[in-house]
């Protein structure tokens, strides 16, 4: 499996941005098809975006759609998401997942997961 780091979180007035990063060691990252999931408190852990092994394809929960931007460098070995014009309600710690070859869009799919950044909107 793949070892996944998130950081990038913290606090952020409503209307701003924040860049999540997700490094991952372990494997070749390149074989990976990576995604973001965010749980919000006392909600379950909901998709938010995936992106392909080449970062062709990328998938965008409607709550993210306009908004968040996935992307990755695999040279680098990590994932991103971008975010913008955050609101109260993206309040949630954010994790990052990682498995082989496909996208998908489902919890069940990956098997490989980050530990967590808080992200905290003020409103």
């Known amino acids: 499996q793949v070892q996944l780091v998130e950081s990038g979180g913290g606090l952020v007035q409503a209307g701003g941005s924040l860049r999540l990063s997700c490094a991952a060691s372990?494997?070749?990252?390149?074989?990976?098809?990576m995604g973001w999931f965010r749980q919000a408190p006392e909600k379950e852990r909901e998709f938010v975006a995936t992106?392909?092994?080449?970062?062709?394809?990328?998938n965008y929960a409607d709550l993210a759609k306009g908004r968040f931007t996935i992307s990755r460098d695999n040279a680098k070995d990590t994932v991103y998401l971008q975010m913008n014009n955050l609101k109260p309600e993206d309040t949630a710690v954010y994790y990052c997942?990682?498995?082989?070859?496909?996208?998908?869009?489902?919890?069940?799919?990956?098997?490989?997961w980050g530990q967590g950044t808080q992200v905290t909107v003020s409103s």
């Open positions: 997942a990682a498995r082989p070859l496909t996208v998908a869009t489902t919890q069940a799919a990956f098997g490989s």
């Open positions: 992106i392909s092994r080449s970062g062709d394809t990328r």
């Open positions: 372990g494997r070749a990252f390149r074989n990976y098809a």
